[in-house]
Structure formats: structure tokens, C-alpha cells
């Protein structure tokens, strides 16, 4: 009897975390705020973990890696770290524009890049 309500208990839970999850799940449309960076060139002079939110192309993907694209806006390129899951299995192509939502990422010796945490695909 515990069993049967245990799994009747799973069963109710999964369509429930399910409606959260994965693309066209739906979500807040709307502004972003508290974003301090919004270029290329400024997400390249800004500070470790500060907000970006940035708006262009993703031109290429950097060989020998599976998660480190070429980014570009009107103010110049940089790497963005975008993780499969990111992409929610839509297809992005550089005739595509995006915004690309997250945080500078600045290591010891490494050029800076911009972890992406949400991408929308505009058109």
C-alpha cells in the first residue's frame, strides 16, 4: 500500500516539475534589470561577474570545443561560453540574431569571455 502511494505520489510530482523545464515552458517576458553591460566592448572593460546582456551574432564556434562560441555585436567579438542546455535544442546560424544574457568571466591569464546563462533567438 505504501508502494502504490509512494508511486502515485511520483506520478502527480512529475508533470508538475516537468511544466518548468526544457523550451516552451514559458516564462517572464519582459525587461531585464540591474544589467550594468550591454556591448562587446564593455563586457571586455568590465569587472569579473558583472551582469551582461548583449545583442548580436554568434559567428562561430571556436575549434576543439563544444561550448565556446565567437560573439559578435557593432562594438567587436568576443567568447561566449554558452552549455548545450543553454540552447534547448534550437539552432542558432550567424544570420541569426540573439541576446544573450549572463556574466563576465575573467580568469588569470585568459581572455575574457561572457558565460551565457539564457539565449533568445530574435529572428
Not at 506520478?11 to 523545464?21: D, I, R, Y
Not at 541569426?96 to 575574457?112: A, F, I, Q, R, Y
Amino acid at each position: 500500500m505504501r508502494i502504490a502511494l509512494l508511486l502515485i505520489l511520483l506520478l502527480l510530482s512529475v508533470p508538475a516539475h516537468a511544466a518548468f523545464q526544457g523550451p516552451g515552458a514559458g516564462g517572464f517576458k519582459g525587461p531585464t534589470v540591474g544589467v550594468e553591460i550591454s556591448s562587446v566592448k564593455q563586457a571586455l572593460e568590465g569587472t569579473d561577474d558583472a551582469p551582461v546582456l548583449l545583442t548580436g551574432t554568434i559567428v562561430g564556434r571556436k575549434a576543439g570545443s563544444d561550448d565556446k562560441y565567437i560573439f559578435r555585436d557593432a562594438t567587436g567579438e568576443l567568447t561566449v561560453d554558452i552549455d548545450k542546455e543553454v540552447f534547448a535544442g534550437r539552432t542558432v546560424t550567424p544570420e541569426n540574431t540573439v541576446k544573450l544574457s549572463g556574466k563576465v568571466d575573467k580568469d588569470l591569464l585568459e581572455p575574457v569571455k561572457v558565460d551565457v546563462k539564457v539565449l533568445e533567438i530574435l529572428n
